[in-house]
């Protein structure tokens, strides 16, 4: 099992900045990818961004041009820089990794507790 566990979360002006952290440890062979999701009360999760392991990302229209995920991949670490912040940003953000225990095994997925985010207008 990957354990997952993040740290970035606060509250933030409308218009400012916050930058994420998530580190995964554990019986660890391989992470394919890692990303960042968030949710609010009575909504579904929904993806914010995802990097691969070669580096290839993607992004939720909503926040192409002012979120930027990246990756260590020798820490095993991802992050997530949050510029230009709204008040619809406001969520839980959880940390999310796919990865393999060994080279024949099958790809696995675990979560992070999640890190609140609070942006006040």
């Known amino acids: 099992q990957v354990h997952l566990v993040e740290s970035g979360g606060g509250l933030v002006q409308a218009g400012g900045s916050l930058r994420l952290s998530c580190a995964a440890s554990g019986s660890i062979f391989s992470i394919r990818s890692m990303g960042w999701s968030r949710q609010t009360p009575g909504q579904e999760r929904e993806l914010v961004a995802r990097?691969?392991?070669?580096?290839?990302?993607v992004y939720a229209d909503s926040v192409k041009g002012r979120f930027t995920i990246s990756r260590d991949n020798a820490e095993n670490t991802v992050y997530l820089q949050m510029d230009s912040l709204k008040p619809e940003d406001t969520a839980v953000y959880y940390c999310?990794?796919?990865?393999?225990?060994?080279?024949?095994?099958?790809?696995?997925?675990?979560w992070g507790q999640g890190t609140q985010v609070t942006v006040a207008s």
């Open positions: 990097i691969a392991s070669g580096g290839s990302s």
């Open positions: 999310n990794a796919e990865y393999k225990v060994t080279a024949l095994s099958s790809t696995r997925s675990s």
